[in-house]
């Protein structure tokens, strides 16, 4: 038997790949239009606030999905208001990082004072929230996850046209009447969703690399956003299955380092790959003006 049909044998990693795999194709629809409207910071700070938020609903004793879409939502909200001013976002947003990791530090730590932490579950907990427990998904909740990132994606290629178009030159989108202030709050709240569900998979702490890595690879290797939005989706499936299959395989190795391992290392790969292709054109480009120079020579009268 192979090492995939094996893999696949274990309920908890049909799970995890089921779950993953929805996750990944919604982070990368949604993280590539996160790079192509030059907001990466916004999922930064989504990450410190999908920590603070899943802390407090537990600290408050309800469920920590309530906490973790609640907190990324409103806060996604909070940016789409603000609006995409020059210099602005990134001021706001990284003057309350501090502040929002700190709250949520505050929340581990009732969390774990009462009685729902005793025995060492609360510093499991937040360590799970940092750094994801896709491997420790149930039915239930792989089953709500891929609800939940197909519902996303879903929104996200309805509004896929006009929504690029808004990013790529929001003025002229919105002389063609392009809904550009409404597209950006719907985004935001699309962003915010899947935040809370990617940080199930990757955790709070590595939820930017799933969002931006795959995009930024999509990006330097095509300038087309369609193909480039689904290329984007496509490395981040291939990341989520490789690391998760190479964490089954080296149990030393935690399923979000491997995920984001892989999606890192494609990204880093493009560089390479553009940089050669670059310099390939170039010294075509140099060859095909030697080879016009020498032509033009030959075919000149009184030119030996």
Not at 145 to 160: H, K
Request: net charge positive.
């Amino acid at each position: 038997m192979s090492a995939t049909f094996f893999v696949l044998a274990h309920p908890f990693l049909t799970s995890a790949y089921g779950a993953g795999t929805a996750i990944a194709v919604v982070s990368g629809l949604v993280g590539y239009v996160v790079v192509l409207r030059g907001q990466v910071f916004a999922g930064d700070a989504l990450s410190h606030v999908a920590f603070t938020g899943a802390l407090a609903a537990l600290a408050f004793g309800v469920d920590l999905r309530l906490g973790l879409y609640g907190g990324c939502i409103a806060f996604a909200l909070l940016l789409g208001l603000l609006g995409r001013r020059t210099g602005a976002d990134d001021t706001v947003i990284g003057s309350v990082f501090a502040w929002v990791l700190g709250l949520g530090a505050l929340f581990l730590s009732l969390f774990t004072a009462s009685s729902s932490g005793v025995g060492g579950s609360g510093g499991t907990t937040g360590v799970n929230v940092l750094f994801g427990s896709i491997l420790g998904l149930s039915r239930g909740q792989a089953w709500a996850d891929v609800v939940v990132s197909l519902l996303v994606a879903a929104a996200v290629v309805a509004m896929a046209r006009p929504l690029v178009f808004a990013s790529l030159d929001p003025a002229v989108a919105a002389s063609r009447g392009v809904p550009v202030r409404a597209l950006s709050y719907g985004f935001f709240v699309l962003l915010g969703v899947t935040a809370g569900v990617a940080t199930q998979a990757v955790g709070a702490l590595l939820l930017l690399g799933l969002l931006a890595a795959p995009a930024g690879a999509a990006q330097r290797v095509t300038a087309r956003p369609f193909v480039a939005l689904w290329l984007s989706a496509g490395i981040a499936v291939g990341s989520m299955w490789a690391g998760l299959t190479v964490a089954y395989l080296v149990p030393t190795v935690p399923p979000s380092f491997g995920i984001l391992g892989v999606a890192t290392a494609v990204y880093l790969g493009t560089f390479i790959w553009t940089g050669i292709s670059r310099r390939k054109r170039s010294e075509d480009r140099a060859m095909a003006l030697v080879t016009t120079a020498r032509a033009t020579r030959i075919g000149a009268p009184g030119v030996p």
